[in-house]
């Protein structure tokens, strides 16, 4: 395998880095030099403002020029042109068993040792020029990692060199390092007749199984009739099953978060869509938006065509309370609400526009919703179109 070396405008960007000196060559960011912050409970890093677009576009180069061209596993779907959280669902659907397993600390868990073992080969030994002696290797590991101090809040990996969650090509440099462990994953799926697919962190195995015939007469407990299994436990279900995907992961020291884990037999619903499996053959399962993100999109067009008209201040707490703006001063805040409660709510409607095109634009190539959502879909797109007309203009 030919091994990475960087271009010529690698080096013409570097020129106006403040990091990169042509003697030395690339020094990490510092700690001082990034915001730490969390989303949700993950923390997330960016570089400094000053220093961001030149970052981004040494990274978009990078990326763009080299690591698109390095193969990834066909079952990682995530951060990939041309593909969608769609590829990571849509394979599963003619299934009858599923199993979520989530990956605990994913980027920051990944190591200097896997980094430089599972990607850095990618990149050539050879120094950058001869009046510099580090690598190209080095000069990359130097931009995707960072190193926390005893300011980071981040007390799991406190003095630690991470894979931070936030950077341009820490998606991209993940997918590279897990191709190894994917495709051991794959070929254990394969022997046991199991469909698995990823997106980042989330790890979905599904398979068909052995359905019991009904009984003929339900069996007595304590008075009551018992509840009966119309399905044999299968093997995703097993605590086997766990542990050999952990036996995997832990080759290159990931961890399973069992807090996360999620098992399912015949519907699955995972961040706003539901996959409705089918164990047979001859029918085919589909995918669809959950109940619960259609209700709420009903719910707004309701309001918004109400005949008794709300104020958008009060749509927005009645559909989106969790999402209600707490101002931080007083004054002028009643104008704020208003204008961000009329704001929200148009970019909610356009977004959702969007959102049902997108899968049923997805249908279009791989014919995987059913009649009725086609249906309850082209209405709400309707509906949406028809509210954003009179109030976008």
Excluded: W
Aim: net charge positive.
């Amino acid at each position: 395998m030919k091994k990475i070396t960087l271009s010529k405008t690698v080096f013409d960007i570097l020129d106006d880095y403040s990091f990169f000196d042509k003697a030395k060559g690339l020094t990490p960011l510092s700690f001082e030099n990034v915001n730490e912050f969390k989303i949700g409970k993950k923390f997330t890093y960016t570089p400094e403002s000053n220093l961001k677009p030149l970052h981004q576009k040494l990274s978009r180069f990078i990326l763009n020029n080299y690591l698109s061209h390095i193969p990834l596993n066909q079952s990682s779907v995530a951060y990939q042109t041309k593909k969608s959280y769609f590829d990571f669902i849509e394979p599963h659907r003619n299934n009858y068993f599923f199993i979520r397993i989530d990956l605990k600390n994913f980027f920051h868990s990944i190591s200097p040792a896997i980094i430089k073992s599972n990607f850095l080969n990618h990149f050539s030994d050879d120094p950058i020029s001869e009046s510099c002696p580090q690598s190209h290797a080095k000069l990359v590991y130097n931009l995707i990692t960072l190193k926390l101090d005893e300011n980071s809040k981040n007390k799991t990996f406190m003095n630690e060199e991470i894979l931070p969650m936030g950077f341009p090509l820490s998606p991209v440099v993940s997918n590279i390092i897990f191709r190894k462990i994917d495709i051991l994953i794959e070929k254990f799926c394969d022997i046991h007749h199991i469909k698995y697919t990823r997106y980042a962190d989330d790890m979905l195995f599904s398979s068909k199984g052995s359905l019991l015939p009904k009984p003929i007469f339900k069996p007595i407990v304590m008075g009551r009739k018992a509840v009966t299994k119309s399905y044999k436990p299968h093997f995703i279900h097993s605590e086997r099953f766990l542990e050999e995907i952990s036996i995997l992961l832990n080759l290159d020291g990931f961890k399973l978060n069992r807090k996360k884990t999620m098992k399912a037999v015949n519907t699955l619903s995972l961040n706003g869509y539901t996959i409705s499996g089918s164990n047979f053959p001859d029918i085919n399962g589909t995918i669809r938006i959950s109940n619960k993100k259609t209700k709420l999109i009903s719910q707004l067009i309701h309001e918004l065509n109400s005949e008794e008209p709300k104020t958008d201040v009060e749509i927005f707490k009645l559909c989106f309370r969790h999402e209600f703006p707490k101002p931080k001063y007083k004054k002028n805040a009643g104008q704020f609400i208003e204008t961000f409660c009329i704001n929200q709510i148009n970019n909610k409607l356009i977004g959702y526009v969007s959102y049902l095109k997108s899968i049923m634009y997805y249908h279009d190539d791989h014919n995987c919703l059913s009649n009725e959502s086609i249906d309850k879909y082209s209405k709400i797109i309707n509906e949406l179109s028809t509210i954003i007309s009179k109030r976008v203009k």
